[in-house]
């Protein structure tokens, strides 16, 4: 059972994403349990629920004060028989990549902790000591976008979140993998005059392994070469 605890100030973004499909599936089965916690419930103004403030020594926007987020990890911490890893979602974090992934959906529990606004005060990361990761070179308004990929990417790496027909066994980056996937067909056997690569037709699978392991090289030297370098 992986335990995820996501902390924002926007609970309510979530409820749609959780209630769909895998996830839902996931959570009913008992492999997962998401907890959403309100940052503003530790905020330290009884009237506004304010929980941000102007930076020290100027410059736009607001940060997410020390305290409430502070408060809000140590008692969430206290919520469950077991403490789990930190996770700041920041443009500033370690890029995200499978096997990162990979070793979160095996440490039992997780803590997501979302960014507003220009971020957090310094001292949220000097201590928490948080992971801090990225979901890519790009900034989104804040970091429940960044939260929902990290628990969509982790829980599928659950055994039984998953059936055999969707494993994640060959998936591109799965088990060290690093290749983009092969193209595939169904029917029909031919539309508006694009068939379907004969040698998938001919039931040879030797043949056929072959062709589809040949594709995913092409594509993967033709728009990510980088994946044929030793992850950094
Ligand atoms: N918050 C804002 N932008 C982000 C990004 N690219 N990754 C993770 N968290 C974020």
Redesign the pocket.
């Known amino acids: 059972m992986l335990r995820i605890d996501i902390i924002t100030l926007f609970p309510q973004i979530f409820s749609g994403y959780l209630t769909q499909s895998l996830l839902a599936k996931a959570i009913a089965k008992g492999l997962i349990e998401i907890v959403v916690h309100d940052l503003r419930h530790w905020s330290t103004d009884p009237k506004h629920h304010k929980i941000d403030d102007r930076p020290y020594g100027g410059g736009p926007g607001m940060l997410i004060r020390v305290e409430p987020v502070v408060h809000c990890v140590e008692e969430v911490q206290q919520m469950a028989d077991r403490p789990g890893l930190v996770v700041l979602?920041?443009?500033q974090?370690e890029p995200l990549r499978q096997p990162r992934v990979e070793s979160m959906a095996q440490t039992g529990r997780i803590l997501l902790l979302c960014?507003r606004y220009e971020g957090f005060d310094q001292r949220v990361i000097d201590i928490l000591q948080p992971l801090e990761?990225?979901?890519?070179?790009?900034?989104?308004?804040?970091?429940e976008v960044?939260a929902m990929i990290v628990v969509d990417s982790t829980v599928r790496m659950i055994p039984g979140v998953l059936g055999d027909e969707q494993s994640s066994w060959d998936d591109s980056f799965s088990r060290g993998n690093r290749l983009l996937e092969f193209p595939q067909y169904t029917r029909p056997p031919e539309f508006r005059g694009h068939p379907v690569p004969e040698v998938l037709l001919s039931g040879d699978h030797g043949k056929i392994a072959a062709w589809r392991d040949d594709q995913s090289r092409q594509k993967t030297l033709h728009r990510r070469s980088d994946l044929f370098k030793p992850p950094t």
């Open positions: 979602l920041t443009p974090g960014g990761l990225s979901v890519g070179d790009y900034v989104l308004n804040g970091g960044a």
